[in-house]
């Protein structure tokens, strides 16, 4: 019933900033985390960001602490990852997820381990 489709990536510059969004559509009821994982071509995924449904309790990856931020509009349905100073390491396709686990359980996770995730948006970040 819940679909996630992700948008807003796109070729930007190191130190640039991209913001992207996840619209969660179809029929549902509950108050799940939402987050985003990551995954380089030929490396596994990678935990990114988690936010509660309330917000507040809020986990992110070390590698995007104090550069990338997470937020949601549940009125809207809406999770985004605001991420500035970008990196060429940040290349990656991003994916938006739902799982009622607490954002601290999330690192230890990728995102076919959630409800429902995505199918990604592509993010380049160039030198």
């Known amino acids: 019933q819940v679909q996630l489709v992700e948008s807003g990536g796109g070729l930007v510059q190191a130190g640039g900033s991209l913001r992207l969004s996840c619209a969660a559509s179809?029929?549902?009821?509950?108050?799940?985390?939402m987050g985003w994982f990551r995954q380089a071509p030929g490396k596994g995924p990678e935990f990114v960001a988690a936010i509660p449904w309330g917000g507040g309790s809020i986990y992110y990856a070390d590698s995007v602490k104090g550069r990338f931020t997470i937020s949601r509009d549940n009125a809207k349905n809406t999770v985004y990852l605001q991420m500035n100073n970008l990196k060429p390491e940040d290349t990656a396709v991003y994916y938006c997820a739902a799982d009622p686990a607490d954002p601290w359980d999330w690192g230890t996770r990728d995102q076919y381990e959630c409800d429902y995730w995505g199918q990604g948006t592509q993010v380049t970040v160039s030198s």
């Open positions: 179809g029929r549902t009821f509950s108050r799940d985390t």
